[in-house]
Structures are given as structure tokens and as C-alpha cells.
């Protein structure tokens, strides 16, 4: 439970039942026939649920890359839209859980991100952080694994939707586009060979993150054990931050990846 304790910059708060809300913590993008791509974004909201307030933070920071993946939402519901593949997405800031996570993980409720101290965290008990497991990455996780086992018949390929900031700890990013991989890099380094010459991004494998960083939680430990095809994409996110640049991505990456696809239906790649 929760207690209600009152902090300089915030305020705990419970219902009258003494239950919190936490609101809609996943989303479902459901798609017909038989889908080979099943699309995940685990950043995709900002969203604080209303009895943590502002989590002791300004507006400012709930609005930047540390609480979500700006314009990583629209990126994946444009592909969704043109591959016909269902998305899973998140509905509650990563700040509040990063669903891209374990539970052990020390950023899977951080205390600190980048400059920003994160005071809503710093206090919790560890019976709080447990009712935080079990009313989003719980949720979320089954999410997805049920969509694995109802499209297992034609499934064939994971694709995580991320973006990143420009400007990290005061350096400039020169990578556009990352490819990344967990334990199994055959569709990322499938995907890094045949990069498209236009239009022309900076695009690496495993930056400006990799495995190593604990960003294939999800891969890992959805992907893999079924048997998927898997890869994570990130996105600089100066380049998808109107509706129009998401599309232009979108219609950039999704036949990238049905080439890439149709060489291992091929048996082009081991």
C-alpha cells in the first residue's frame, strides 16, 4: 500500500477506498489476418498517474525523452497501419515503470535520469515498487506474450519502436538511426547489410545502445523464448517529431524490414 506522506515538491494521494488508479497502463492495437510483425513500444506515453502527481518533477522534464520516447508512438502506428501487424503500447510514463525492464533492474524504476532526480521514486518502500510490478510490467508484459500466442501461427518477427534524445550529457549524437540487438542479432545484422540508400540517415548497429545497456529486456524475454525473429529500432527523435516526419519514417523502415523478412522466407539468411 502506499502511504500518503507530504514532500516538498509533491503530494502521495489514494482514492476515498484507498485503492490507487493507475489507468490504463497498456494499449492493445489489435490487426486482422494473419500477421507475420507483431510491433512493441514500451515508451510510447508520458502519462503520470494522477495520485503520484508530478512525481516531484517541473513540466519540462515530464516532457522530455526521460519520461517517454517522443514520437516513437506515431513511428509504430504508421507501421502498424502499413504492415497490417497488431502494437502493444504503453500508458504510463517510463519514470513510473519502464516496461523495457525487469522488476530488479535499477532502472526499471529510476531514481535518477540523466540530470534529473526523480523524488517519487527515491522514497519508495519495497512493497510500493511491488505494487508497481504487478499494475504495470505484469499488464504489460501479458500484453504482449498473448499477443505471441495468438498470432503464433503466422508470426515471425518482433519489432521494439524506441527514440533517442540528439543531445546526451552535452554531446552531440551523430547516429540517426540504431539497429539493435539481444541474444539473437540475426535480424538486426540482416537489417544492417541491407541499409536503403535513400533517404539517407546515419544508421549504426547498437547505438547509440546495446544489450549491454539493458535495452533488450523485452527481445529477450518475449522474443527469444518464442522462437521470433526480433530487433529493436531507435530513432533520433529530431526526425519524427511532427506527424508528418512519424509517417516519412514509418514509410521509410517498413519495406526495409518486409525485404529483410522476405530473405529469411527466402533462406537467404542462416
Same mark, same amino acid.
Given at each position: 500500500?502506499?502511504?500518503?506522506?507530504?514532500?516538498?515538491?509533491?503530494?502521495?494521494? /489514494?482514492?476515498?477506498?484507498?485503492?490507487?488508479?493507475?489507468?490504463?497502463? @497498456?494499449?492493445?492495437?489489435?490487426?486482422?489476418?494473419?500477421?507475420?510483425?507483431?510491433?512493441?513500444?514500451?515508451?510510447?506515453?508520458?502519462?503520470?498517474?494522477?495520485?503520484?502527481?508530478?512525481?516531484?518533477?517541473?513540466?519540462?522534464?515530464?516532457?522530455?525523452?526521460?519520461?517517454?520516447?517522443?514520437?516513437?508512438?506515431?513511428?509504430?502506428?504508421?507501421?502498424?497501419?502499413?504492415?497490417?501487424?497488431?502494437? @502493444?503500447?504503453?500508458? @504510463?510514463?517510463?519514470?513510473?515503470?519502464?516496461?523495457?525492464?525487469?522488476?530488479?533492474?535499477?532502472?526499471?524504476?529510476?531514481?535518477?535520469?540523466?540530470?534529473?532526480?526523480?523524488?517519487?521514486?527515491?522514497?519508495?518502500?519495497?512493497? /510500493?515498487?511491488?505494487?508497481?510490478?504487478?499494475?504495470?510490467?505484469?499488464?504489460?508484459?501479458?500484453? @504482449?506474450?498473448?499477443?505471441?500466442?495468438?498470432?503464433?501461427?503466422?508470426?515471425?518477427?518482433?519489432?521494439?519502436?524506441?527514440?533517442?534524445?540528439?543531445?546526451?550529457?552535452?554531446?552531440?549524437?551523430?547516429?540517426?538511426?540504431?539497429?539493435?540487438?539481444?541474444?539473437?542479432?540475426?535480424?538486426?545484422?540482416?537489417?544492417?547489410?541491407?541499409?536503403?540508400?535513400?533517404?539517407?540517415?546515419?544508421?549504426?548497429?547498437?547505438?547509440?545502445?546495446?544489450?549491454?545497456?539493458?535495452?533488450?529486456?523485452?527481445?529477450?524475454?518475449?522474443?527469444?523464448?518464442?522462437?521470433?525473429?526480433?530487433?529493436?529500432?531507435?530513432?533520433?527523435?529530431?526526425?519524427?517529431?511532427?506527424?508528418?516526419?512519424?509517417?516519412?519514417?514509418?514509410?521509410?523502415?517498413?519495406?526495409?524490414?518486409?525485404?529483410?523478412?522476405?530473405?529469411?522466407? /527466402?533462406?537467404?539468411?542462416?
Amino acid at each position: 500500500m502506499y502511504h500518503v506522506e507530504i514532500f516538498p515538491q509533491f503530494t502521495f494521494t /489514494e482514492s476515498q477506498d484507498g485503492t490507487l488508479d493507475f489507468g490504463t497502463v @497498456v494499449h492493445t492495437d489489435n490487426a486482422d489476418g494473419a500477421p507475420k510483425v507483431l510491433l512493441v513500444c514500451e515508451h510510447a506515453s508520458n502519462r503520470i498517474p494522477v495520485f503520484l502527481r508530478d512525481m516531484g518533477l517541473t513540466n519540462e522534464a515530464l516532457e522530455s525523452h526521460i519520461a517517454w520516447d517522443p514520437g516513437a508512438l506515431g513511428v509504430a502506428q504508421h507501421m502498424a497501419g502499413l504492415m497490417s501487424a497488431p502494437l @502493444v503500447h504503453g500508458g @504510463v510514463s517510463r519514470l513510473v515503470y519502464d516496461c523495457n525492464r525487469p522488476p530488479e533492474a535499477v532502472g526499471a524504476m529510476p531514481v535518477k535520469s540523466e540530470q534529473y532526480d526523480i523524488p517519487a521514486n527515491a522514497r519508495m518502500t519495497p512493497d /510500493e515498487r511491488q505494487v508497481r510490478v504487478e499494475n504495470i510490467y505484469v499488464p504489460f508484459t501479458q500484453a @504482449v506474450s498473448g499477443q505471441i500466442a495468438q498470432h503464433s501461427p503466422s508470426l515471425q518477427l518482433m519489432v521494439t519502436v524506441h527514440s533517442f534524445t540528439p543531445v546526451f550529457h552535452g554531446l552531440q549524437r551523430s547516429v540517426e538511426l540504431g539497429i539493435l540487438h539481444g541474444r539473437d542479432d540475426r535480424f538486426a545484422m540482416a537489417m544492417s547489410e541491407a541499409v536503403p540508400a535513400q533517404p539517407s540517415f546515419v544508421t549504426r548497429l547498437n547505438e547509440p545502445y546495446s544489450a549491454a545497456d539493458g535495452v533488450a529486456h523485452t527481445l529477450d524475454a518475449q522474443a527469444y523464448p518464442s522462437g521470433l525473429l526480433n530487433v529493436m529500432i531507435e530513432i533520433r527523435n529530431d526526425l519524427i517529431r511532427t506527424p508528418q516526419q512519424q509517417r516519412a519514417m514509418a514509410e521509410h523502415l517498413v519495406p526495409w524490414i518486409d525485404r529483410t523478412l522476405a530473405g529469411f522466407d /527466402e533462406g537467404g539468411f542462416a
